[in-house]
């Protein structure tokens, strides 16, 4: 039977529990290390990325529009997005609040605005937004993992059934991807009760509601008779007013449909049919292959600027790495160069935050008395701390002993947020061994306290790659209790 204290159950539950820890000196190398394989080639009749991006740019231009009026506004109410400042940007952007409200929780979603305390910082994507067609396709396949934030799920209904079919809706994009075409949504709810009702039997969960009356001839076939699966409601019987009632699947499909419709990931006509949009056929295809499409190295690194030349070594393995930092410090003054690294590090790209970082240990002495300057910086004071501890004679694999627990937290949110935007899904997956916590609950309940202004996004993109549906369903929770501000 399913427990009503789910954090209880997830904590007795083995599969739950985060094994072998690694260091983090280990899991920030995790960003870098990258599959050998060559990337599979998407199905006929997908758009050029060029185009892709150019669909995602139209789906998020009033997301877009409103990251940049926060940008120059830099008003401390922007954050929370007071009724005040709502109105504000209604105005001065000819939308409505509610329009104001809905590209604004897209925006945050997507990556184009942070939140650090009380202020809207611009996001690394919207820097890049209109010259980097990658930025702006993960952008958009981060709103997409995050479909079921962006529409709110109705109203009395139980958190279980809604948990059930977010995790069932993947099979039902699968299908949509494989048909190519309109599919009736009839047969998208066929699919989606069976689905729902393997999940309710895999799990042996006790079905809601009153049971059938067994005969004594079901009594006498024993324990080794098969468990009833839970019965899946009619499409068109009536949902109860009681939040633990059976809810029918059809009201939670057309939530399911509607919500990914918002995000432009399909399209539903008048004939009760669903079809992909390329875009969204584009990103079911990039979750089969768990791939994810990284920035191109550009030539000529040594003339770039820091963060030009550390975008083109991220690809690279730490030994041509730091030859390539070697080089391109020779071309500069220490000074000049060490302000320029920690530039990069103040940025928003968590990646080039940890790169930054990796460059400055190449240049050793000279830089300590800026990296120490830095230590204040909240956004940079567990790198600074690894880094002068690293720098004073400890060990790399040991130096995270020199950081409280929130610092350890914030740096392995931060190192999360890296891999989810430029690494692979099972890069992910590898580094959530990495935390220092023991269990998975206690994990989620430090990363929800700690802050990080990507918290959201690494929780959606953490629940989105991981096989373990139980896992997946209680980050996904965690995602949502940030998102809307729970506890």
């Known amino acids: 039977m399913t427990s009503r204290k789910p954090d209880e159950q997830l904590a007795r539950n083995s599969r739950l529990r985060l094994v072998r820890p690694r260091s983090l000196a280990t899991a920030r190398r995790a960003v870098t290390t990258r599959g050998t394989r060559p990337a599979p080639r998407p199905p006929e009749g997908t758009p050029v990325p060029s185009e892709l991006a150019r669909q995602a740019r139209t789906v998020l231009a009033d997301a877009v529009r409103i990251a940049r009026w926060a940008a120059v506004e830099r008003d401390p109410s922007t954050a929370q997005l007071t009724g005040r400042t709502q109105e504000r940007a209604a105005v001065a952007l000819e939308l409505t609040p509610l329009q104001v409200r809905a590209g604004w929780d897209r925006a945050r979603l997507a990556g184009l605005v942070e939140l650090h305390g009380d202020t809207a910082r611009p996001g690394w994507r919207l820097h890049a937004w209109d010259r980097d067609d990658m930025a702006v396709l993960r952008g958009w396949v981060a709103l997409f993992d995050a479909w079921s934030l962006v529409h709110p799920a109705p109203e009395d209904v139980a958190p279980t059934a809604v948990a059930e079919v977010v995790e069932a809706v993947p099979q039902v994009l699968s299908l949509l991807q494989l048909s190519a075409g309109p599919v009736l949504v009839g047969v998208l709810l066929d699919l989606l009760q069976q689905r729902v009702a393997e999940l309710r039997e895999e799990r042996c969960e006790v079905p809601y509601g009153p049971q059938p009356e067994h005969s004594d001839a079901d009594a006498d076939r024993g324990s080794d008779s098969e468990p009833f699966p839970e019965p899946v409601p009619e499409p068109d019987s009536e949902p109860d007013s009681d939040a633990g009632s059976p809810v029918p699947v059809s009201l939670l499909l057309d939530w399911a449909l509607e919500g990914l419709s ?131 004679g400890a060990d790399p694999e040991d130096a995270a002993d020199v950081l409280t627990r929130e610092e350890a937290t914030w740096l392995w949110v931060d190192t999360a947020a890296a891999v989810a935007d430029h690494g692979e899904p099972q890069l992910l997956l590898r580094h959530l061994d990495s935390a220092v916590q023991g269990t998975v609950p206690a994990l989620l309940d430090e990363v929800r306290a700690g802050g990080h202004p990507r918290t959201v996004q690494v929780l959606v993109a953490l629940a989105a790659a991981h096989p373990d549906p139980a896992l997946a369903k209680a980050v996904r929770r965690a995602a949502f209790q940030v998102h809307t501000g729970g506890a």
């Open 262 to 392: 918002a995000v432009g990931a399909l399209t539903l006509d008048t004939g009760r049919s669903a079809t992909l949009t390329p875009l969204g056929n584009w990103a079911v295809w990039v979750k089969l292959e768990q791939i994810c499409v990284a920035a191109q190295s550009p030539a000529g690194n040594i003339e770039q600027s820091a963060g030009d030349m550390l975008r083109g070594c991220a690809r690279l393995t730490p030994g041509p790495a730091r030859a390539e930092y070697r080089a391109w410090l020779a071309a500069r003054t220490v000074s000049s160069a060490v302000t320029e690294l920690l530039g990069v590090a103040r940025g928003e790209d968590a990646l080039l935050r940890g790169l930054a970082f990796e460059a400055l240990r190449v240049v050793g002495a000279p830089a300590e008395a800026e990296v120490r300057a830095a230590a204040d910086e909240p956004s940079l004071r567990p790198y600074v701390l690894l880094w002068l501890a690293e720098h004073e």
